[in-house]
């Protein structure tokens, strides 16, 4: 009994020194998947069908916290719409940075900070339905906004 008051106490004391600090504590996995998953339901529309295309959950600007990467497609009747968007983990609530990307993409990883994403975009033969030209761009998010590198 006296080791479980005490483990209760610990857990007390770490709890009341992390709020009080304000630090925003670190995505786990199940969180992030949550997370993505209300903000895709949010962005359904009639028209508009949300899916993922590629996530990480990676330390971008060197801090400590995790942040969520999420590469996600709009998908319409006869378009569709890629989106590369960042969760940032404020403690009590979650910020979202969004900037659209070009031809069908997808998250190819994230190293050093720099998020590679895979993007298929049309050829001059190519058909509305069918991209071939395969390029990777690069992104950073500066911790305001997310930036493509050249």
Same mark, same amino acid.
């Given at each position: ?58 330390? *971008?600007? +060197?801090?400590? $916290?995790?942040?969520? =990467?999420?590469?996600? !497609?709009? #998908? ?24 659209? *990307?070009? +031809?069908?993409? $997808?998250?190819?990883? =994230?190293?050093?900070? !720099?998020? #590679? ?34």
């Amino acid at each position: 009994m006296e080791i479980r008051n005490r483990l209760l106490t610990m857990l007390a004391v770490a709890v009341i020194c992390s709020a009080a600090t304000g630090t925003a504590h670190a995505f786990t996995a199940p969180e992030g998947d949550a997370l993505i998953k209300h903000f895709l339901a949010s962005k359904k529309t009639p028209d508009l069908d949300p899916s993922e295309m590629g996530k990480a959950l990676v330390d *971008l600007n +060197g801090d400590g $916290k995790a942040e969520l =990467v999420l590469v996600w !497609v709009q #998908l319409g009747p006869t378009y569709f719409y890629n989106h590369l968007t960042v969760f940032v983990d404020e403690g009590r609530k979650y910020r979202t940075l969004t900037t659209p *990307l070009t +031809g069908e993409a $997808k998250l190819l990883g =994230v190293k050093g900070g !720099v998020i #590679l994403i895979e993007q298929k975009t049309l050829g001059p033969k190519d058909p509305r339905c069918c991209p071939s030209v395969v390029k990777q761009v690069k992104f950073r998010w500066d911790g305001k906004k997310i930036q493509q590198l050249p």
